[in-house]
């Protein structure tokens, strides 16, 4: 069953777990038999964030998963983080890709990446204002960056300015 063909040339085995494989020469002059085992260890795991967009000054956890007995080596491009934790902890100032090597007991090795992204967004309500019961203002929201959806409060309007009229009472 983890054969790609049983009468073609040149079968491809792809076991899941360890395999015994039996070779014959039942119509040779001298009928033979032979065994061969193929052990499957399993790989390091990993379980990396998909590729992300992070807001500056935030940070992200890069491997999910950690196993004893395994080493643990990140890079980064560009250059200039290192790492043998099995799950660092990263806050990038600028757009980065992590790479990891992750080596088992058996020597067998599982590598990834993880692409961030780095944004910033920010908004300014602009300066406090004074104005008398029955005259209007209008409030409006300087942003930069990727901000995303203005949203004032209290109200939950969404608009980029609102006009403020206190009742007189």
Do not use: H, K
Not at 44 to 61: E, F, K, Y
Not at 141 to 168: C, D, F, K, R, Y
Request: charged letters at 10%; a negative charge.
């Amino acid at each position: 069953p983890t054969l790609s063909c049983t009468d073609c040339p040149d079968p491809a085995a792809t076991p899941l777990l360890t395999t015994p494989y039996q070779v014959t020469t039942p119509d040779a002059i001298c009928p033979a038999i032979a065994t061969v085992v193929v052990e499957v260890f399993p790989l390091p795991a990993l379980s990396l964030p998909n590729d992300t967009v992070l807001c500056q000054g935030n940070a992200i956890r890069l491997n999910g998963s950690q196993e004893a007995d395994v080493m643990y080596t990140w890079t980064s491009q560009p250059p200039g983080f290192t790492s043998n934790d099995a799950g660092p902890v990263v806050s990038p100032l600028d757009a980065t890709t992590y790479f990891v090597t992750a080596v088992g007991t058996q020597q067998c090795v599982r590598v990834g990446e993880v692409s961030i992204d780095v944004v910033q967004g920010s908004v300014d309500a602009g300066l406090d204002q004074t104005i008398c019961a029955g005259t209007r203002t209008n409030l409006s929201a300087a942003t930069s960056g990727a901000p995303g959806v203005v949203v004032w409060s209290p109200g939950n309007v969404i608009s980029q300015t609102i006009e403020v009229a206190p009742l007189v009472s």
